[in-house]
């Protein structure tokens, strides 16, 4: 069969790198994609994801057996929706689910009503009454967009000096655009944070195995928040229990509730979690793949991703096996990301020990150049977390990184 992947990151470069591994799959298509992708044999389509018609069309030409969105605005663009209406198959949540992500409170709504555990919270439009709250209940505080905002829009604000200036760039200069106009203000939570990702199917939930993203841009998780520097699994130093409890306690009540709620939810649900002494506590839902977790959980799937797919499409339970090997990437960054970066550089080559996935990267004749923020991702897959890290490290090790930057401790966190 043939495949359709929505997207041009590095979470589609390994959607589509795991498809293609699949003996029933023949051809893997992605919209738009990148170069770099190339390299694996994944087929570019010069479609832009918010062309649906378009999208619909060459999937009816090519005959294409299902589509898979990858990130979040084409979901709340309401392509799922478009797809059905065309009588395309697709997975991934339609408009109405999709705002699980799309709306901080709308999340948090659901949640309440499910007595799904979260951080206390309280939303606002009005600025000075978002101001009075916070000056109320005293820092640390989270300051989040209520919108979308390239996972950018959260301020995990120390003191009240920087809740206020968040709140100030979000809701008054607009940092955010239309994502800021509303703000949920919740409380701080201690605790490690992890990922729990999940295939969904209505009220049907299968678990992945969690992952560790680093948020910040800077070794010690210093600096601002980015889309994701890097990520690894296993996270050891969380129980099995606690992750239980997050099927148990989190995923599989909001599979539910969105069942209750008329907005019944199929695809992956991403549950960021903290791993707080009265058990994990969730941060934030996602309608799709995280990325870069995605770039480390899916090596360690030892099932056809495509027949899991397949199955969830076709009302049939899948199976699910995954490896015990750690998976350490480590995000090859442009420097000056998260804010104004540097692009044309030449993107590194790297030896074959690693999987790289490529993400802001642009083809000048024949050349792969840095063309955004993330620019790509370094995959080692190992025996355990330290030696995936000395294979990713050496890897980066060995290259000019010339007008780029990296962590140095993705993964330090399970080894202490």
Known sequence: MKVLIIGSG?????????????????????????????????????IAEDNHEALISFAKEQMIAWTFVGPEIP????IVDDFERAGLKIFGPNKAAAMIEGSKEFAKKIMVDNQIPTADYAA??????????VKEKGAPIVIKADGLAAGKGVVVAMNLDEALQALKEMMTDHRFGESGD??????FLAGEEFSLLAFVKNEEVYPMVI??????????????????????????QISAEMVEMGIKEILEPAAKGMVKNQT????ILYAGLIATEAGPKVIEFNAR????????????????????????LNDRKPELSWSERATVGVVLAAEGYPGSYQKGMRVPHFNDQVTV??????????????????????????????????????????????????????????LK
Do not use: W
Request: aromatic share 8%.
């Open 75 to 78: 979901l709340l663009n309401g």
């Open 357 to 414: 996935y490529y993400a802001g990267v642009a083809e000048t004749q024949g050349t792969i150049q840095a063309a955004g923020g993330r620019v790509l991702l370094v995959e080692a897959e190992a025996e355990s977390i330290e030696a995936a890290q000395k294979i990713a490290y050496q890897a980066l090790a060995e290259v000019d990184t010339s007008g780029y930057f990296y962590r140095q401790d993705i993964g330090d966190k399970s």
């Open 10 to 46: 590095g979470r589609e470069h390994a959607i589509a790198k795991k498809m293609l591994e699949s003996p029933q799959v023949t051809e893997v298509f992605c919209a738009k994609g990148n170069p770099g992708m190339k390299k694996d044999g994944i087929q570019l389509v010069e």
């Open 182 to 187: 509303k703000v949920v203000v919740e409380e």
């Open 289 to 312: 793949f995280g990325d870069p977790e995605t770039q480390v959980v899916l090596p360690r799937l030892t099932s056809d991703l495509a027949q899991v797919i397949d199955d969830l």
């Open 264 to 267: 019944p939810f199929t695809g």
């Open 124 to 133: 606002f439009t009005d600025y000075q009454k978002a101001c009075e709250y």
């Open 211 to 236: 992952a560790q993203d680093h948020k910040r841009a800077y070794d010690g998780d210093k600096g601002p928040n980015t889309g994701g520097m890097g990520a690894y699994s296993p996270v050891p």
